[in-house]
């Protein structure tokens, strides 16, 4: 089983940046894809950023050119690289692996296991 643990949040101002991190317990590879997803208080969980091991990577419109996705294969780490953080970005974020192999757009996929969630607030 799977098991992932994601650090990094904390306090930012606008325009700053933050790096979250990911450990997996397990390589990699044994993953479909791993996607960064986040939920800012009462609203839903959105999908964010995400990757697979074809070379395929998705970012939500409102964060593409601030984050990226990225990954340590040797450390079993996914990074996610934010910058020109907003106070929208405001949230907890989760990341995600999916372990069902599949042709669906990144977004879409299926995530079947879950971290405990690192929330970041951004002042204005």
């Known amino acids: 089983q799977v098991q992932l643990v994601e650090s990094g949040g904390g306090l930012v101002e606008a325009g700053g940046s933050l790096r979250l991190s990911c450990a997996s317990s397990?390589?990699?590879?044994?993953?479909?894809?791993m996607g960064w997803f986040r939920q800012a208080p009462g609203k839903g969980r959105e999908f964010i950023a995400g990757r697979d091991w074809s070379g395929n990577m998705d970012y939500r419109d409102s964060v593409k050119g601030r984050f990226t996705i990225s990954a340590n294969a040797a450390e079993n780490t996914v990074y996610l690289s934010m910058n020109d953080l907003k106070p929208d970005d405001t949230a907890d974020y989760y990341c995600?692996?999916?372990?069902?192999?599949?042709?669906?757009?990144?977004?879409?996929?299926?995530?079947?296991?879950w971290g405990q969630g690192t929330h970041v607030t951004v002042s204005a």
């Open positions: 397990r390589p990699l590879p044994v993953t479909d894809a």
């Open positions: 995600a692996a999916s372990l069902v192999f599949s042709s669906l757009r990144l977004a879409e996929r299926p995530y079947n296991i």
